[in-house]
């Protein structure tokens, strides 16, 4: 059982390129979610999908946009990278978006914009 | 929102002592508070979760706390060992209709032989 798996693993981009950070968990979750985090920040929401269908904004979605492809997978894309966006995704799943569930994560998706 | 602190940033204990982290939450109505360990190059793992019905849980050599009039909950660490160095977040989870969890910024466990 894989959990929830991230692509690619790490990426250098230059300023202004474009990339999809692809996520996909097999556990028949409901809820998916996208964090970054940076050093002393902790782990902060991008965007998140309660179901299928459906995504939201979280705390800092500037420059970012998502797809729910279907059940199984939700994508992260950076139109237009900026330094700034230099950081570590890590995509989450949990059943659904209601109740108390843990989360569970993927490996993350180390990032770099020269 | 919610806002979640968290401290200490780094905390650095013998290996068999004890490591205490704390964090405090700032919506009253927030009813469930996990706590993840993240290994070097790895994603965040569940610990162990509280619900606000509880006051404390505990599971082997973790627990924790909570405080619900005091809004803060804290993770307890005995008997510590070297596989226990991490970064350690606590969260808690905002209430209504878009629930969400909320990161404190994490606390860097550095147990030493």
């Known amino acids: 059982n894989a959990g929830v798996t991230q692509t690619p693993k790490f990426q250098v981009l230059k300023t202004g390129q474009s990339m999809t950070l692809q996520c996909a968990q097999d556990?028949?979750?409901?809820?998916m979610y996208w964090y970054r985090q940076d050093p002393g920040m902790g782990l902060r929401l991008i965007y998140y999908?309660?179901?299928?269908?459906?995504?939201d904004k979280g705390e800092v979605p500037n420059g970012y946009n998502v797809s729910r492809l279907n059940k199984r997978e939700f994508s992260l894309r950076l139109e237009s990278a900026a330094p700034s966006q230099t950081s570590v995704y890590f995509c989450?799943?949990?059943?659904?978006?209601?109740?108390?569930?843990?989360?569970?994560f993927g490996s993350g998706t180390r990032l770099t914009v020269v | 929102g919610e806002n979640v602190e968290q401290h200490p940033s780094t905390l650095s204990v013998q290996e068999g002592d004890s490591a205490v982290i704390k964090c405090t939450y700032s919506?009253?109505?927030?009813?469930?508070f996990p706590w993840y360990k993240q290994e070097l190059g790895k994603g965040p793992q569940l610990i162990i979760d509280?619900?606000?019905?509880?006051g404390e849980k505990k599971d082997q050599r973790i627990a924790v706390t909570l405080n619900k009039t005091a809004k803060h909950f804290s993770l307890h660490i005995t008997e510590t060992q070297p596989e226990d160095s991490a970064v350690y977040f606590c969260?808690?989870?905002?209430?209504?209709?878009?629930?969400?969890?909320?990161f404190g910024t994490g606390t860097r466990l550095q147990v030493t032989l």
């Open positions: 999908s309660a179901s299928e269908g459906t995504t």
């Open positions: 969260a808690a989870r905002e209430t209504g209709t878009a629930s969400k969890l909320t």
């Open positions: 556990m028949n979750h409901n809820s």
């Open positions: 989450a799943s949990t059943p659904q978006l209601q109740g108390n569930y843990g989360y569970t």
């Open positions: 509280i619900r606000s019905n509880v």
């Open positions: 919506d009253s109505a927030s009813n469930y």
